[in-house]
């Protein structure tokens, strides 16, 4: 049974926008989520000596990214780069480069017209895919859904403005005219 993980349209979009923006570079950022759940991206300069066909990440950049992790209550998961110019399947450069096969590994490939994400698990000796699903639902990083009490209050105010509106529009209104009897 093949692994599954989830990012959002929106995480996904950022990474891709990334490595676009890195071009003819390699673009790399670090992953954070729980489990298998890609929540936030962070992405980092790539100092490596020969970027458009490596990544190394920014040591300075990493670090405030993994306090930023944690920060945000998540936990480091994965790291992602981008292949300019190939498929997105790990090179044996990425595989040698990998020092911790608990980390998950997202390439974007930007071969084609549409960037092509894919996920796996990578070792020095292997490289394992791993399903990646879009989550459509709402997520940590998306805007929070309101509560009871915030509908219910919103709804009050804008009642009330409506009625204080209504209220002043009237006393604002010029007095009826008298109508005198004629005699």
Same mark, same amino acid.
């Given at each position: +049974?093949? +692994?599954?993980?989830?990012? #959002?349209?929106?995480?996904?979009?950022?990474?891709?926008?990334?490595?676009?923006?890195?071009?003819?570079?390699?673009?790399?950022?670090?992953?954070?989520?729980?489990?298998?759940?890609?929540?936030?991206?962070? *992405?980092? /300069?790539?100092?490596?000596?020969? !970027?458009?066909?490596?990544?190394?990440?920014? *040591?300075?950049?990493?670090?405030?990214?993994?306090?930023a992790i944690d920060?945000?209550?998540?936990?480091? $998961?994965?790291?992602?780069?981008?292949? !300019?110019?190939?498929?997105?399947?790990?090179?044996?450069?990425?595989?040698?480069?990998?020092?911790? #096969?608990?980390?998950?590994?997202?390439?974007?490939?930007?071969?084609?017209?549409?960037?092509?994400?894919?996920?796996? /698990?990578?070792? /020095?000796?292997?490289?394992?895919?791993i399903e990646l699903?879009?989550?459509?639902?709402?997520?940590?990083?998306?805007? !929070?859904?309101?509560?009871?009490?915030?509908?219910?209050?919103?709804?009050?105010?804008?009642?009330?403005?409506?009625?204080?509106?209504?209220?002043? #529009?009237?006393?604002?209104? *010029?007095?009826?005219?008298? $109508? /005198?009897?004629?005699?």
């Amino acid at each position: +049974m093949m +692994m599954k993980a989830r990012i #959002s349209y929106a995480v996904a979009r950022q990474i891709a926008d990334h490595a676009r923006c890195q071009l003819p570079c390699e673009a790399c950022g670090l992953l954070a989520g729980t489990d298998a759940q890609i929540l936030a991206a962070h *992405p980092l /300069r790539n100092v490596a000596n020969s !970027p458009r066909t490596q990544f190394q990440l920014d *040591p300075r950049e990493q670090l405030q990214a993994l306090k930023a992790i944690d920060q945000a209550q998540l936990d480091w $998961i994965g790291v992602y780069h981008s292949h !300019p110019r190939s498929a997105p399947i790990p090179s044996q450069s990425d595989m040698n480069q990998c020092a911790d #096969s608990g980390l998950l590994q997202l390439i974007v490939s930007l071969e084609g017209l549409k960037p092509k994400l894919k996920l796996w /698990r990578v070792d /020095r000796d292997s490289a394992v895919p791993i399903e990646l699903e879009y989550a459509t639902e709402k997520t940590p990083d998306d805007e !929070p859904a309101l509560s009871p009490s915030q509908q219910a209050a919103i709804v009050i105010v804008a009642v009330a403005a409506v009625l204080i509106l209504l209220i002043i #529009s009237f006393t604002l209104l *010029p007095p009826a005219p008298e $109508i /005198r009897p004629t005699s």
